[in-house]
């Protein structure tokens, strides 16, 4: 089983400002996603970090919104870009194996 | 884009009563399924989940869940639950192929002690 740790494990934001979110597997993974819970609602996926490559976004998450780094294959980062307060949430780190593990999150409070 | 839907937003129940929380999804391809609990102020815990053979799961906790294909569902179940199960409950669903993970909106269930 994966060991997914993330840094920060929360933080307070200023509206306009950004904030890099950073996701460390204990072993190589090929693929890692990136997943956002807004307040009282389920989770959805944001991207695929693709090691070597772009990231792949889902609809409705665009790159210069959410730019992700992954250089290499225990980590990657999701940088949450030009903030408002609707981009307050849980960001999660997510690794798939036979089953899906995922990071502790990131709870994220823009004012 | 498959879809999941959990039938019950928020369930409240007794100590010892039995529980049950429906799902259901939208793709018609082999599926793996999954029932994660979220309690409260914690990360997401994996109950069990379902990729092949016998339909009928058991997990953690003394949870199991059916896994009906005809019905494309996959619900959740405890004959006997406990004021520690209080939680969020999200059912999710992916291809196969795929590993990419949607979710149901979640369940909230509250149980009186």
Not at chain 2, 14 to 21: H, K, P, R, V
Not at chain 2, 23 to 28: A, L, M, R
Not at chain 2, 34 to 39: S, T
Request: glycine letters at 6%; charged letters at 15%.
């Amino acid at each position: 089983s994966a060991v997914i740790s993330q840094k920060p494990s929360r933080d307070i934001c200023q509206r306009g400002t950004s904030l890099t979110i950073q996701c460390q597997v204990d072993s190589q993974v090929t693929m890692m996603f990136w997943y956002r819970q807004q307040p009282g609602q389920s989770l959805t996926l944001i991207a695929t970090a693709n090691q070597g490559s772009e990231a792949t976004y889902e609809s409705g998450f665009v790159i210069d919104k959410f730019p992700i780094s992954r250089p290499n294959l225990t980590f990657s980062t999701l940088t949450v870009s030009n903030m408002s307060p609707e981009d307050s949430s849980i960001y999660l780190c997510s690794v798939p194996d036979n089953e899906q593990f995922f990071g502790p999150g990131t709870r994220l409070t823009v004012l | 884009a498959q879809s999941v839907s959990q039938h019950n937003h928020h369930v409240i129940l007794s100590e010892a009563a039995s529980l049950e929380l429906g799902c259901n999804y939208s793709y018609g391809g082999t599926v793996n399924l999954f029932w994660y609990v979220q309690y409260p102020g914690q990360h997401l815990q994996l109950l069990l989940k379902y990729f092949s053979g016998d339909p009928l799961v058991k997990g953690i906790k003394g949870f199991e869940a059916e896994f009906i294909k005809s019905k494309f569902s996959f619900n959740l179940r405890k004959p006997s639950v406990q004021w520690s199960d209080t939680a969020e409950y999200f059912c999710a669903v992916r291809r196969s192929n795929d590993y990419k993970l949607s979710f149901g909106a979640g369940t909230t269930v509250t149980v009186r002690a």
